[in-house]
């Protein structure tokens, strides 16, 4: 992952968003105000709120079976699921 300030991906916009579209990379963008935002493919986007849409609605319907597990597999489950 790359980070820039906020003048150099001003100055350098299309690329950035190429490269991110074209690498699938993202870009942490940068103020002097220490305010940052994270520019990614909206391919990327749309995997991710995907995954995390049937997570929660596994989750959902685990929790409406009565499944329930302790606190800690499911950080260690989720953790695994994350780092690919």
């Known amino acids: 992952m790359q980070a820039v300030n906020y003048s150099h991906a001003r100055n350098n916009l299309k690329s950035i968003i190429d490269n991110v579209c074209d690498n699938n990379e993202e870009v942490i963008v940068t103020t002097k105000n220490d305010k940052s935002v994270i ?9 991710t709120h995907a995954r995390v849409k049937r997570d929660v609605q596994e989750a959902l319907a685990q929790a409406e079976r009565g499944d329930f597990m302790d ?4 950080f260690d489950k ?6 690919d």
């Open 39 to 47: 520019i990614l493919s909206i391919d990327e986007y749309n995997r």
């Open 71 to 74: 606190i800690d597999e499911v």
């Open 78 to 83: 989720i953790l695994a699921k994350y780092e």
